[in-house]
């Protein structure tokens, strides 16, 4: 841990996609695992599916991460008074960084991590199962960066920006 203020809560996390059944469901995931206690980690969408993508389940699946209980909500479920004050907001499909959001209980940072929707891969399983580990992967990177951030230590201009930062070499990767 690295300041007091680490120690004393989880930070709060809301992953939103529009659909809310592969990237921002995967990601939750991802924090909820590899976070170790630091994080609460929770995702939505504007327009939420009825079910959970089966390749981002299958891809959680193969890298032993657990994905009991992990379903499509809308963000409406963060946004009432029972909701969980938010830390930080981030919108992981191009749609979502044009929607306006809600206000968030609390003041959330927000960034934007566009990532490439793997459910518009095309071609057989084995290529839509490619696509859903790339996501994973990328996300995986990504997550695992933003983890290591000493997130109590930074004020939150600087903060925003090192966010900020790590949104466009997602992008700058995905575009590779």
Request: glycine share 10%; hydrophobic share 40%; proline share 7%.
């Amino acid at each position: 841990m690295n300041s007091e203020m680490e120690k004393a809560k989880p930070f709060n996390v809301l992953f939103l996609c529009t659909g809310n059944s592969a990237r921002s469901i995967m990601a939750e995931a991802i924090l909820s695992w590899h976070g170790q206690g630091r994080f609460n980690a929770f995702s939505a969408g504007s327009d939420p599916a009825h079910e959970v993508n089966p390749y981002a389940l299958a891809a959680l699946h193969n890298a032993g991460i657990p994905a009991d209980g992990l379903h499509a909500k809308s963000w409406n479920e963060f946004t009432g008074p029972d909701a969980p004050e938010l830390d930080f907001v981030f919108t992981l499909c191009d749609s979502m960084a044009g929607e306006i959001c809600p206000q968030w209980p609390g003041r959330p940072m927000t960034s934007h991590w566009g990532i490439p929707d793997p459910a518009v891969a095309t071609g057989g399983e084995v290529m839509k199962h490619l696509a859903f580990a790339d996501t994973f992967r990328m996300l995986s990177n990504q997550i695992g960066v933003f983890c290591a951030l000493p997130l109590g230590g930074f004020d939150r201009h600087p903060l925003q920006t090192r966010l900020d930062t790590l949104g466009g070499i997602i992008g700058k990767s995905a575009a590779a």
